[in-house]
């Protein structure tokens, strides 16, 4: 059976330094796999292995991922990452929306918690040699999109801050949790 990957990617520069996504490097990759229940940061030499867990992946999911995670994968993935089927928490809430929020507001109002840093820390952590840390935040960046995609699941809701204070926002994500017995045709990097 094959489930979904929820991913987020850090990367070694910002785009004040580079406007083209396949330019910026991916520093770590998280990725929590449903399949097996194992959230895992990736380092730039270990995406092959991550290539893997999104080959077999019904679904990808995570935050900000079409404009953001698979151009920068691009770079990387000897594939189109276009062919993977994709389900983005943020464009979805744009959507309903019509505007953007960002992962920590919406973790704020739904979980009661909160990120542990920001994109900007990241690169600093990556410049400054700190792996572990910077794995660290990444994993938890992981974590947070997939407690907050559950709660989408399990309530048909999720809450962000607005002018009036906590407000309800209808969500249907259960069909990005469904199980596939066979993926669709695409090209694998994975042998035959």
């Keep these: 059976m094959h489930l979904p990957v929820v991913i987020d990617f850090e990367t070694k520069y910002t785009f ?79 959507t309903i929306l019509g505007r953007r929020l960002s992962l920590d507001s919406l973790v704020k109002a739904t979980l009661n918690t909160q990120k542990s ?13 700190k792996m572990e840390e910077l794995s660290a935040y990444c994993k938890d960046d992981v974590d947070l999109t997939r407690q907050l995609f559950e709660y989408g699941i399990d309530n048909k809701e999720i809450w962000y801050l607005s002018p009036q204070g906590k407000s309800r926002l209808s969500v249907s994500w259960a069909k990005y949790m469904k199980e596939k017995d066979r993926l669709d045709d695409r090209s694998l990097t994975l042998p035959f």
């Design 16 to 94: 004040r330094e580079f406007s083209d996504p396949k330019k910026l490097e991916i520093s770590v990759a998280g990725a929590y796999n449903y399949a097996t229940g194992e959230l895992k940061a990736f380092t730039e030499d270990q995406l092959p292995d991550l290539f893997k867990w999104l080959e077999n992946a019904s679904c990808i999911i995570g935050f900000n991922i079409i404009d953001f995670d698979l151009p920068v994968l691009q770079a990387y993935y000897p594939g189109d990452v276009a062919t993977f089927p994709v389900f983005d928490i943020m464009a979805d809430v744009k």
């Design 117 to 129: 840093g920001h994109g900007l820390l990241a690169v600093e952590y990556f410049k400054q040699g």
